[in-house]
Every structure is written in structure tokens, then in C-alpha cells.
């Protein structure tokens, strides 16, 4: 009988709307892709790390990178998703728990964890801390970093009037302390896991049934527009945690 593993899954798409070809943009010299990857390769914690796009020029140029940074591994593998999988309005969830779990023949008790490559930032740690909670306490788990700003504060704005989203909202109440505030949590896409035996047709996302683990905010940064990855090449520039 085959033992339980632990699958890296990297869904990175080619058809970015908002920053084109955001997935191979150049961060500190090397594309968004080689990050996340080079992380899951570098953590040491998985059998299979499946690269999935719709694009071999995506896999061609990560393959460069990693053999120039000797990350080569044989536990690299690429899926080459079809268009089906990889429009605009797709759903990676319905992806994975449909054809990704067939074409690779994952197990019951398989540990599938899903690292977007929109979060170059996360740590070696935080992967490895993720895995040991999920296996420890054989749950799924889902990543979650604080608001950047308190969310009481919202408010609407129509024809330059302003509206508060919230009862009791600290613009009305007049408690604008920062830290009278409570701390609201929003996921993010450091890290993902989930167990196999977990998926099903009525599964409405990844997150249902699962139990949150807080990261830093700085390695929750997401790549969305052109203006985050302006912010995040400042960010990387003196700092030593994309080398």
C-alpha cells in the first residue's frame, strides 16, 4: 500500500488581467514564480511539488532559474493545466478537486498544500510550522494575516458623502483609539493545506472546515497590481529575504 505524502501544489496561470505576465515579473532578479517554488524545494517537506500552469514558457523560464540557483530537484513536476482550467473565471478549488486529484493519483490520506506564487514574501518557517499543525492535529489549515488598517473604520463614500459600514463605528462613537480596536483577520495566500480525503463535489472552498494560522503581514504581501510590485521591489531592495 502506497504511504500517505505531502504534495506542494503552485497553480500559476498566464493570463494576468491586471499586471500582464505578472507570474514571470523579474523581483530581485528572478521571476515571481522562482520564489514560492524555491521555497517549497528548500523546506524539505514535500514528495511532490506539482508547478501547474497553462504555459511551458512559464515552466521553461522557472526551470532556467532554478538550475542557475542549483534548486533543480527531481520532485519538481510540471502540470500543464488546459484553457477549461485557466480562464479568468475558473475556479482553482474545482480544478483541484476534480482533475488534479485523478491526474496524479493522490491518496485519501495525502497532504495537498497550496502556495500561491502572488506571495513571494512567506518564510521556509511558516511552510514548515503549517505542515507540523496540519499532520500533528490532522486538520486543514488555511493561512490568515491581520487587516493592515481596522476595518470599523470603513465607510462608503457617494457624491462626497460619507456613510459608516459599521454600527458603532469609531467615527461616530468617537473611540478612534488604535488600540481599543479589535483585531480583525483576513486569509491570504501564504499557505493552504488540506487532506485529501477532505475534498468532495459539495466542498464550497478550501477554507470550509478548516482552522486558521496567523503570519506576518510583510509575508502575506500579494502581488495584484503594478503598484505592489513597485512596493515590493523597494521593499526587497535592502532586505535580505528574497536572496
Known sequence: MKKSEIICFIP???GSTRIKNKNIRLINGRPLIYWTVSKAIKSKKFDKIIFSSDSKKYYQILLKYLKQNK?????LIF???????????SKIFDYIKSDLTKKFDLKSDDLLVQLLPTCPMR????????IKLSLKNKINLFSVSEYDFHIKFAISITNLKWKPEFKNSPLITGNTQSQSQKKYYHP???????????LNSNKKSIYSDARPMIVPKLEAFDIDTEED??????????????K
Not at 500543464?80 to 473565471?89: E, F, G
Not at 510590485?229 to 529575504?241: D, E, H, Q
Open 12 to 14: 500559476a496561470r498566464s
Open 123 to 130: 518564510s521556509v518557517n511558516s511552510i514548515v510550522k503549517a
Open 188 to 198: 491570504n495566500g501564504v499557505i493552504n493545506c488540506i487532506f485529501i480525503k477532505n
Open 229 to 242: 510590485l513597485n512596493l515590493l521591489k523597494k521593499i526587497v531592495k535592502n532586505s535580505k529575504r528574497l
Open 71 to 75: 534548486l533543480i530537484t527531481k520532485r
Open 79 to 89: 502540470d500543464h493545466r488546459n484553457i477549461v482550467h485557466s480562464s479568468t473565471k
